[in-house]
C-alpha cells in the first residue's frame, strides 16, 4: 500500500513537472515566426489571399497591403444596405488613409454588372478602389452569404471583425477603424 502511494506520488509529480514545462514552452512556439496561421475567413484567422481585376483596370491584391489594415466590403449595386453605406466608407478612407488605413470595396460582379457597379459609384461620388468579383471566387473564399459583408483585417492579415449584412454605420465604421489602426482620438 505505501509503495502504490509512492509512485501515485511519483507519477504526481512527473504529471506536475510536465505541465510547467509545456505551460513554459507553449508561448515561446506559438509566438515562433515558423508556424503558420491558417486562413479562413473567420474572426481570428488570417484572410484570405486574393488578386482581382478593378473597376479601372488594374489589379489588386490583399497581400500588396502586408503590414496595414483593411476593411474589405463586399457589395453589390443592387443592394440598399450596400448603396447606404458605401458614402460612409469613402469617408472612413478619405479620413483615415493618411493612417495607412485601406478600404477595398469587392463587387459581387457575378451577381451584378460592371456597368451598374461604375454607375452606381459615379452617381454617388465614391472613388474607392474597387475590386472586381467576375466569378464569385473570392466571394466564395470568403464564404460571403449575403451583401454587403464586410472583413475588418488587421496590419498582422488577421481578421478582427466580420459583420454580415448593413448598412453599418458611421460611427461604428469610425470606431473600427481607429480599433484597426490602434489611433486615439
Not at 21 to 48: C, E, H, K, N, Y
Not at 116 to 122: I, K
Not at 175 to 181: Q, R, T
Amino acid at each position: 500500500m505505501k509503495i502504490e502511494k509512492g509512485r501515485q506520488l511519483v507519477v504526481s509529480i512527473a504529471l506536475l513537472i510536465f505541465s510547467a514545462a509545456w505551460i513554459i514552452a507553449t508561448p515561446r512556439w506559438v509566438a515562433d515566426s515558423s508556424v503558420t496561421m491558417p486562413a479562413a475567413p473567420r474572426q481570428g484567422f488570417l484572410a484570405p489571399a486574393f488578386s482581382l481585376e478593378t473597376l479601372n483596370g488594374g489589379e489588386v491584391q490583399l497581400s500588396q497591403f502586408q503590414g496595414q489594415p483593411v476593411i474589405l466590403n463586399f457589395w453589390a449595386s443592387w443592394c440598399p444596405p450596400c448603396r447606404a453605406e458605401m458614402p460612409d466608407l469613402q469617408d472612413v478612407h478619405l479620413s483615415y488613409r493618411q493612417h495607412g488605413l485601406n478600404v477595398i470595396t469587392v463587387n459581387a460582379t457575378y451577381l451584378d454588372s460592371i456597368s451598374d457597379a461604375a454607375r452606381f459609384l459615379e452617381q454617388v461620388g465614391v472613388s474607392l478602389p474597387t475590386a472586381l468579383d467576375i466569378d464569385g471566387s473570392v466571394s466564395r473564399r470568403y464564404q460571403v452569404r449575403a451583401l454587403p459583408s464586410t472583413f475588418f483585417v488587421d496590419s498582422d492579415g488577421v481578421i478582427r471583425k466580420v459583420v454580415i449584412g448593413g448598412p453599418l454605420s458611421p460611427a461604428m465604421l469610425k470606431a473600427e477603424a481607429i480599433d484597426l489602426l490602434g489611433v486615439i482620438e
